[in-house]
């Protein structure tokens, strides 16, 4: 019996929307700390698609990288995009362009791109078997897939809080909710599979917060996030928690936070896959 969360979905919402304390997090992402695992594969010349986009700072991060190429940066918000946009002409970057698009249904003829690059998204979408299958399709012979996803079950902190377990359950449940798969980074290569992929690398990466500047800036932002974002409406409004349970959930983060010896880790799962030529 196949598991409901794997079933395909048409839709699904963005769990966290674009709160400042969302966007705190966004902006703080590089190529360097994001996309490590792609980075050996470009070449200057290449065409890339970055789906997902956001704000922008790994889109403008691979326009430097491909002097003599070109990056269309993508996101189903329309609003992102404005500051997406900002990010590219404060660095004065001429080869990077941004558009609104829907992954499952990429407005771009077949075998276009180079590169297909999708950072924490296919968490979020509703069919992320379809959304392999369109990147793969705008994808030139020859050229590469590449995802990165976190994944939620796989997370882990020191020392141990009450407050941070109610955080993961509740957060694993709202994003469920939504029709997304928030332990995406282990199903990645199965979706590739699935899709119809077969030269895959399947590798994993990790974010840590260790130092009193690293936990107060990783607490304060799911401190905020969950009292504030599109993530706490939808919490509250689904009936996965109340407003009262939101702020014990936020305190606890913010007493992690506190701890001179805490410790994060979030896991990642990561594919790169090859095009057949």
């Known amino acids: 019996m196949s598991n409901p969360q794997d079933r395909p979905q048409e839709t699904a919402v963005y769990t966290h929307g674009h709160h400042e304390s969302v966007l705190r997090s966004h902006t ?6 994001s996309a490590a695992y792609l980075l050996g594969s470009l ?9 997902g986009c956001g704000p922008g700072t790994i889109t403008a991060d691979l326009a430097a990288l491909v002097p003599d190429g070109h990056v269309t940066g993508v996101d189903h918000a ?10 590219a002409a404060e660095r004065g970057l001429t080869n990077i362009d ?10 771009y003829p077949d075998d276009t791109f180079c590169v297909v690059h999708a950072h ?17 399709r705008v994808t030139k012979p020859g050229g590469y897939i590449a995802v990165r996803d976190g994944d939620y079950a796989a997370m882990t902190w020191y020392p141990a809080s009450a407050g941070l377990d109610d955080w993961l359950d509740l957060y694993r449940r709202v994003a469920r909710a939504n029709g997304g798969e928030p332990d995406a980074g ?11 992929l077969t030269d895959i690398t399947a590798t994993s990466s990790t974010w840590t917060y260790s130092t009193a500047e690293e936990r107060q800036w990783w607490s304060g932002l799911w401190a905020d996030r969950t009292l504030a974002s599109a993530y706490a409406e939808r919490a509250t409004e689904g009936g996965h928690a ?3 349970e939101l702020r014990a959930v936020s305190d606890a983060w913010r007493e992690w936070g506190k701890q001179e010896d805490g410790w994060f880790c979030v896991l990642h799962g990561e594919i790169l896959c090859r095009k057949d030529t």
């Open 28 to 33: 703080w992402r590089t190529a360097a700390n």
């Open 120 to 136: 924490q998204v296919l968490q979020h979408v509703g069919d992320p078997v379809r959304a392999l299958r369109e990147m793969a």
């Open 242 to 244: 109340t407003v009262r």
């Open 186 to 196: 282990r199903r990645l290569k199965s979706w590739a599979l699935r899709a119809g």
């Open 78 to 87: 329309p609003g992102i995009l404005d500051q997406a946009r900002a990010t």
């Open 98 to 107: 941004f558009a609104v698009a829907d992954v499952h249904a990429l407005d």
């Open 43 to 51: 070449k200057p010349h290449m065409k890339i698609l970055d789906i």
